[in-house]
C-alpha cells in the first residue's frame, strides 16, 4: 500500500513503518517533542534581526505556496534552523561535518527536526543564504518515513519507548531507501524537484523582499550582459544563475562570477526528461509545468503512484524502478 501525508503539523515526521499503531502514534509524539525542543547552541551564530524577520515571512507565505501541492506546511521556527558558526571548527573538523552531510552550503536531518545552515548572512551574499534556507525548508517540508530496522544502518536508538527500538529512514521526499539502508533510490529527482520547488518560491516572492531586492536586480543585469555578450538565450541563464559572488583577482580587481543552483546538471536532464513526458503525453497534460506538479506532489505527499504510472506508461513497464537504480548515483531515461 502507498504511503500518504497525513496532517503531521507539529514535526516533519509523518509515519513510522513496520510497528503497530499504539506505537507509532508514541514515537510520532516522541518526534513532536524533538521538534519543540530544538535551541541554539555554542556552535551556532546568533541570527540578526533581520533573519528572523525574513524566516517569519517564509512561514507566512508557505501555507499558500505548498497548499497548491496539496500539503499542510508546518511552522519551522527560527530556533529549528541553525546557523552554523564556521569558526568554532578547526579546518579538518569542518571537513568532516561538511563531508557527514555531503554539502558545502546546508543540510536537514529529519531525526533531529532541524536545519543546519553553513553561510553566514550577510551583505552581498543574503540571496545565496536564503536560496540554501528555502532549499532545506522545502526538504523539511517533505514527506518523511521511518521504519523500525535491526541493521547497523539504524539511524536513532530509542529507549523512552515500551521497547527500545532502532530506527532508520525509509522515504524521504521523493526517495525510498534501500532495504540494507546503504542507497536511496531517487536522490537526484528528490534534489532536483526540491530546488525546483525553491526555485519557483524564489520566483514568487523575493523580489518584493528589500533584503535582496538589489543583489537580485544586479545579478538579472549580470545575466543581460552576458546574454548579449555569449549570444546566450537569457532565459537559459536565468534557469541555471542563481546568485552573483564578487571574487578579487591577483591584481587586485574585483569582478562578479555567476554560481549556479545546486544540481543544476542533474536540472538540465530532469528539465530533459519533463520534456519527453509532455512530447508523448499532450493528450494528457497542457504543460510541462503540470508535469513537474506530479512530481511535486509527490515528493511533498509521499503519493508517488501518479509519476509512476505515468513513467511506465511513456517508457514502457519497469522503467520506473529503472529511473529509481539510476538516480540513486545519476540517471537518464
Known amino acids: 500500500m502507498e504511503e500518504f501525508k497525513v496532517n503531521q503539523e507539529n514535526s516533519g515526521i509523518n509515519r513510522i513503518v513496520g510497528v503497530d499503531e499504539d506505537l507509532e502514534k508514541e514515537l510520532l509524539k516522541y518526534f513532536e517533542r524533538v521538534f519543540e525542543n530544538n535551541s541554539t547552541d555554542g556552535e551556532e551564530i546568533i541570527k540578526p534581526a533581520e533573519l528572523e524577520n525574513i524566516i517569519a515571512r517564509i512561514n507566512s507565505v508557505l501555507v499558500d505556496f505548498l497548499g497548491r501541492y496539496g500539503i499542510n506546511a508546518i511552522n519551522i521556527p527560527s530556533k529549528n534552523i541553525h546557523v552554523i558558526d564556521r569558526t568554532k571548527f578547526d579546518p579538518v573538523g569542518l571537513a568532516k561535518l561538511q563531508e557527514k552531510f555531503k ?8 531525526l533531529k527536526q532541524a536545519i543546519g545552515i553553513l553561510k553566514e548572512y550577510k551583505e552581498d551574499e543574503k540571496l545565496s543564504f536564503l536560496q540554501t534556507l ?3 525548508i522545502m526538504h523539511f517540508e517533505s514527506f518523511h518515513s521511518l521504519e523500525e530496522t535491526d541493521s547497523e544502518f539504524s539511524e536513532r536508538n530509542l529507549e523512552n519507548v515500551d521497547k527500545r527500538i532502532s530506527l532508520k529512514t525509509r522515504r524521504s521526499g521523493f526517495s525510498i531507501a534501500s532495504k540494507d539502508g546503504e542507497m536511496m533510490y531517487f536522490h537526484y529527482i528528490d534534489e532536483v524537484v526540491i ?6 518560491f524564489e520566483q514568487q516572492y523575493f523580489n518584493g523582499w528589500p533584503e535582496v531586492r538589489d543583489e537580485i536586480n544586479e545579478r538579472n543585469r549580470y545575466l543581460e550582459r552576458m546574454s548579449v555578450r555569449e549570444n546566450i538565450p537569457l ?3 536565468m534557469l541555471g544563475a542563481a546568485s552573483l559572488r564578487r571574487k578579487v583577482d591577483e591584481d587586485g580587481n574585483a569582478k562578479y562570477v555567476a554560481i549556479t543552483h545546486s544540481y543544476n546538471d542533474d536540472r538540465i536532464i530532469f528539465h530533459q526528461l519533463l520534456n519527453q513526458l509532455f512530447v508523448k503525453n499532450k493528450d494528457t497534460f497542457d504543460s510541462e509545468e503540470q508535469i513537474f506538479n506530479l512530481f511535486a506532489k509527490a515528493t511533498l505527499t509521499g503519493k508517488l503512484l501518479p509519476v509512476a ?3 511506465e506508461k511513456t517508457f514502457g513497464k519497469g522503467s520506473f524502478r529503472i529511473m529509481g537504480i539510476k538516480s540513486s548515483d545519476k540517471y537518464s531515461i
Open 134 to 136: 528555502i532549499h532545506e
Open 309 to 311: 504510472r505515468l513513467i
Open 195 to 200: 530546488t525546483e520547488l525553491a526555485i519557483r
Open 103 to 110: 554539502t558545502d552550503n546546508g543540510f536537514f536531518i529529519a
Open 235 to 237: 532565459s537559459r541563464l
